[in-house]
């Protein structure tokens, strides 16, 4: 009898995964499961400990509803985009077509491919699981209890990896096709974690939690929160807190919410299988190809700040090929996205300093990714300005004012909106503030250049383009704190990060001619 | 064989683009037919309907008596495939990627270990049968396509431009291998290209598709006599359309053009 075919394609998936164990791939699932049952059994129940006291205060109280339906919703999210931004980064569908002309049902490739997955997500499930059972275990909960938990954690997980799975296959499917597509995926697979990472701040820093547990605010947040169905769980979880060791207290809420939680995945399972069609069709989703309009009034001005003539043609090249990029907008929405979430939640606007450290602490990384493009799309591309007479200074020079005309202008409105709503700011303060912050960007972005030519990241990774934004920050940050402890002069700061930005860029342009 | 029955598929809004529009064209059990074509001229738009990876718009194909709008199961099954442009899996071994196209095709699990030595003795490649996908050269890639293709011994083979990203012995390896395939195996054989010497050199016949079009059809001598020319090339810039001898170096004539 012939193997089913959504276990080959899971088997595979499996495969593919562990391809960089291969070695030890026989053992890893035995590996895997024997250090999860010493985490579950001893390491988690050690972790909790300390806090378990006020953790079973709080999951008896008033907000321990609301508490853990934010807890999963927040994990629901995740996890519904992780199987998403992983397949918008990788927008690869060539393997599509050797599946699709074999003899197999493009549902068995969708269930093939997340089985294959499960292992992996499992893990993360038993760690959650793992947590959760050990804070409430003290309180005596029932074996049935215990497992109707873990059942739940398994199947509200579980259905958000579906869906984020048949999210990812139908997204692949419909950008992967065009290098208009690609661009659009990668965008968004940066772009969609703010919508998260904007939870997690309100939680942080913006008394979310608070709002929901006071009965007299968020009554539409609560009634929606209410309604998901990864609050469905939450209700589970508190009624058997509430009563350990009796199931017949909350047998009511129990089947409803815990039956209704497997009705869901098992309606996911099925519309998603329904969606697979389409999710992993080849046919062409457009025909028709980007046209690159006549210069506008933007770009005559880039050409004239150039210079004109031959360079401004030049940086006017640059500035098209960086601009027509969703996925470079995408980054300097991301980091502006963060400036915004982070001045909603946790800004402090009794003084001028607040806006200007948060500001010294984010940009480096805009810097980063705006220049860092500069060897992203590979050697090859360097080696056109290297074949061109002066190539590799035009290509510094070029690099380096488009950085200052992209970033400064966010930067001065930044820091002109984050001045204003400081109290009884004068003008002048305003202008000043805003002028040193420019100053010291304008350096981050020489800086950011430089370091992107000496280590150059020749791949489109952002983990890659991360590690050099992370140095930018640390340097920095480091930097400011020797100004301001060491040596007492705030304003220090600036020659010595434009002297390292200088530097830098000697090193970087140095660099270039070297690299083979 | 294959036979199609004024196939088509078309794009756009209104059907605008026809990337296959009524194609007639019947291939003969072990012929080796070549379809010929410019780049965008529907030959993969052919191949990928022929296989069942797309449907069509209007019309249909048999392909060994099944239907490939009513047997799209049975299709795949004679039909092996070497793709123009396929992902292959770059962590999986050339083993483990031929155990996962015979399992596809449902190989019986008995005799595809001894099927998959075999086509990798065949190619060359069973002393790095283990190394992961991703450290082969483009032309050992093609070979393990190839042998993907071959892993279910399908009656019909479709080979996508086949030696495209070969180096002149590779691509000399796999022409005597469609050969050989064509003349001991009895394969049906369908080669799309726009590379003249290998479709000349390995085709019975040959079909000239342009703009979704079937415009020519016949056996190479048939096709230049045809057209009154001398050589297939010459058959095909006349019959397709290119750019002519005078044309070539006008864009020096324009002022200040030179450097």
Redesign the interface.
């Known amino acids: 009898m ?2 089913p ?1 959504w276990l ?1 394609i899971a088997r ?1 998936e499996y ?3 562990t ?2 164990i291969r070695t030890i791939r026989p053992y890893f699932p035995f590996l895997v499961i024997g250090l999860l049952a010493v985490f579950v059994v001893f390491i988690a129940p050690a972790f909790v400990s300390p806090f378990i006291g006020d953790f079973l205060a709080l999951i008896l109280s008033q907000a321990a509803v609301p508490l853990v339906q934010v807890i999963l919703f927040v994990f629901f999210f995740f996890l519904m985009l992780f199987p998403i931004s992983l397949a918008l980064r990788e927008m ?13 049902k493009p549902s068995d490739v969708l269930l093939g491919k997340f089985l294959g997955a499960t292992p992996f997500y499992a893990i993360f499930i038993a760690v959650i699981a793992g947590f959760f059972t050990a804070f409430l275990s003290p309180l005596g909960l029932g074996i049935v209890q215990i497992a109707i938990i873990i059942m739940t954690f398994i199947v509200t997980f579980l259905s958000a990896l579906w869906i984020g799975t048949v999210i990812a296959a139908i997204l692949r499917t419909k950008l992967g096709k065009t290098a208009r597509g690609k661009d659009i995926g990668k965008a968004l697979s940066l772009i969609i974690a703010l919508p998260a990472i904007a939870v997690m701040y309100a939680i942080i820093g913006g008394g979310l939690l608070e709002a929901l547990v006071d009965p007299r605010t968020g009554g539409i947040v609560k009634a929606t929160l209410g309604l998901l169905p990864s609050s469905w769980g939450a209700e589970v979880f508190v009624g058997f807190a509430s009563n350990p060791g009796n199931i017949a207290a909350v047998w009511f809420e129990t089947l409803t919410r815990f039956g209704g939680l497997i009705i869901f995945f098992v309606a996911a399972l099925w519309l998603g299988a329904k969606a697979a069609d389409r999710a992993y ?4 989703t457009t ?1 028709t190809a980007s046209r690159a309009k006549p210069d506008g009034a933007f770009y005559q001005t880039v050409k004239y700040l150039g210079g004109g003539r031959l360079f401004g043609t030049l940086l006017v090249s640059i500035f098209k090929d960086y601009g027509r990029r969703f996925e470079n907008l995408s980054k300097i929405a991301y980091v502006v996205g963060l400036l915004v979430l982070v001045g909603i939640f946790f800004g402090d606007y009794e003084g001028p300093i607040g806006a200007m450290i948060m500001g010294i602490f984010l940009f480096p990384i805009l810097a980063a990714f705006v220049v860092g493009e500069v060897t992203v799309r590979g050697k090859e591309n360097l080696f056109i300005y290297r074949k061109a007479p002066s190539g590799e200074g035009r290509l510094v020079k070029g690099r380096l004012l488009q950085g200052w005309l992209v970033v400064i202008p966010i930067v001065a409105v930044y820091a002109t909106i984050s001045l204003i709503l400081v109290p009884q700011i004068t003008f002048i303060s305003l202008l000043t503030y805003t002028g040193l912050l420019v100053l010291i960007v304008a350096a981050y972005v020489a800086f950011a250049l430089g370091l992107f030519l000496l280590m150059p990241v020749f791949s489109e990774k952002p983990a890659e383009l991360m590690v050099n934004a992370m140095i930018l920050t640390m340097v920095s940050a480091g930097l400011l704190m020797v100004s301001m402890i060491v040596f007492d002069l705030p304003l220090l700061y600036i020659p010595l990060i434009w002297l390292l930005g200088i530097v830098f860029l000697y090193l970087g342009k140095r660099n270039l001619g070297r690299i083979e | 064989m294959i036979r199609t029955d004024k196939l088509s598929k078309y ?2 809004k209104g059907g605008k ?1 026809k ?1 296959v529009d009524e194609l007639d064209l019947e291939v003969h059990e072990g012929e080796t037919f070549g379809l010929l074509g410019p780049n965008g001229a529907g030959k993969t738009t052919t191949v ?1 309907l022929l ?5 069509p718009t209007s019309g249909t194909a048999t392909l060994n008596g099944h239907d490939i709008l009513k047997e ?3 299709v ?2 004679v ?1 092996g ?1 070497l ?1 123009e ?5 770059d ?2 071994s050339a083993y ?1 990627f031929l155990e ?2 015979g ?4 190989v ?2 008995n005799i595809l270990p001894e099927r998959i030595d075999d086509l990798l003795k065949l190619f060359g490649l069973y002393n790095r049968r283990d190394y ?1 996908l991703e450290g082969y050269s483009r032309g050992m890639k093609q070979k393990v396509l190839i042998a ?1 293709a071959l892993i279910h011994d399908p009656p019909i083979l479709f080979f996508d431009e086949p030696t495209s990203m070969l180096d002149p012995r590779a691509a000399l390896m796999v022409k005597d291998l469609i050969k050989r395939l064509a003349d001991r195996a009895g394969k049906t054989i369908f080669i799309c290209s726009h590379i003249l010497p290998i479709v000349e050199e390995l085709c019975g016949r040959i079909g000239i598709i342009n703009q979704g079009k079937l415009i020519a059809l016949g056996t190479v001598d048939e096709i230049i006599a045809q057209t009154e020319t001398k050589t297939l090339e010459e058959a095909f810039i006349a019959i397709t359309g290119g750019v002519e001898d005078k044309e070539l170096l006008a864009w020096r004539e324009q002022r200040g053009a030179s450097a």
């Open positions: 012939p193997v075919k080959v595979n495969r593919t995964i391809s960089s690869r569908t060539g393997q599509l077509e050797i599946l699709r002309a074999a003899p197999i069709s080849l046919d062409f025909f | 794009y756009g683009i990337a990928r296989n069942c990876i797309i449907k799209e199961m049975e795949k099954r039909t495939l793709a442009s396929p992902g292959l899996y962590k999986l483990e996962l196209m399992a596809l095709y449902d019986p699990g992961l993907a």
